[in-house]
């Protein structure tokens, strides 16, 4: 069971944390700012909300642990879950911005005009859309991030991870060619050891020798 670390304000001190303050800490946090901007925003330390959130944090583990509740860590938990839920959201629908700015699927402008038509007399509607040109870098930011392993700055190109695999595989019947040698020459080796022993003359026939028979 996770042993709990939990920090509880000192005796007689009121805690600094209330509804309004949680949720300027939520709003900050849902448009990506900073802890040190966060704590700005509800008027209280960066020391004093990163408190919280650790607080928060380790009740909620300790709840998933099975540990029971503790009613003193209710705020903190909600505090650490909305946050965890603010910043989750807004950097999903970021991500999901450099994707259509990639695409060119990004809207910059839409206009709806309504006009009546003259052959028809019914009211139309017509819907004009400006899309953000489709821009390469908003994807190249994108893999590099989601997947420096093969598009960050580190990223092997196809050739070295060809010739990575290719070294690998050449290693590896390397050693199961050596490993083959190894058993074969192990069983010559007992092969020929086995009839020695069997042609060695046992302890109970050999005949004892005497200085008297020499």
Same mark, same amino acid.
Request: charged residues 30%.
């Given at each position: ?6 920090? =509880? ?10 509804? %309004? ?6 709003? +900050? ?9 966060? +704590? ?9 909300? +990163?408190?919280?959130? %650790? ?8 709840? @998933?642990?099975?540990?029971?509740? /503790? &009613? ?6 909600? $505090? ?14 970021? *991500? %999901?911005?450099? *994707?259509? %700015?990639?695409?060119?699927?990004? &809207? ?10 003259? @052959?028809?007399? $019914?009211?139309?509607? !017509?819907?004009?859309? =400006?899309?953000?040109?489709? /821009? ?6 994108? $893999? ?14 196809? !050739? !070295?991870? *060809? ?6 595989? *050449? ?14 020459? +192990?069983?010559? $080796?007992?092969?020929?050891? !086995? ?20």
């Amino acid at each position: 069971m996770r042993s709990s670390n939990r920090r =509880h304000g000192r005796p007689g001190r009121p805690c600094l944390l209330s509804p %309004a303050r949680v949720d300027a800490i939520v709003r +900050a946090s849902a448009v990506g700012a900073s802890t040190t901007l966060a +704590a700005e925003a509800a008027g209280v330390s960066r020391a004093t909300l +990163a408190r919280w959130l %650790a607080r928060g944090r380790a009740a909620a583990e300790a709840r @998933e642990d099975g540990e029971a509740p /503790d &009613v003193e860590d209710e705020a903190f938990v909600d $505090l650490f879950r909305r946050v965890e839920l603010a910043r989750s959201q807004m950097a999903t629908r970021a *991500l %999901a911005r450099v *994707l259509q %700015a990639g695409a060119g699927s990004l &809207v910059l402008d839409e206009r709806v005009r309504t006009y009546r038509d003259p @052959e028809t007399g $019914l009211d139309v509607e !017509e819907r004009q859309t =400006h899309y953000l040109r489709a /821009d390469w870098r908003a994807a190249s930011w994108w $893999l590099a991030r989601v997947f420096p392993e093969h598009y960050g700055p580190n990223a092997k190109s196809w !050739e !070295e991870q *060809l010739g990575e695999f290719t070294a690998g595989e *050449l290693r590896g019947e390397r050693v199961r060619a050596e490993s083959a040698e190894l058993a074969g020459l +192990a069983a010559r $080796l007992q092969a020929v050891l !086995e009839p020695a022993a069997t042609d060695t003359p046992s302890a109970e026939h050999l005949t004892p020798f005497s200085p008297s028979s020499a």
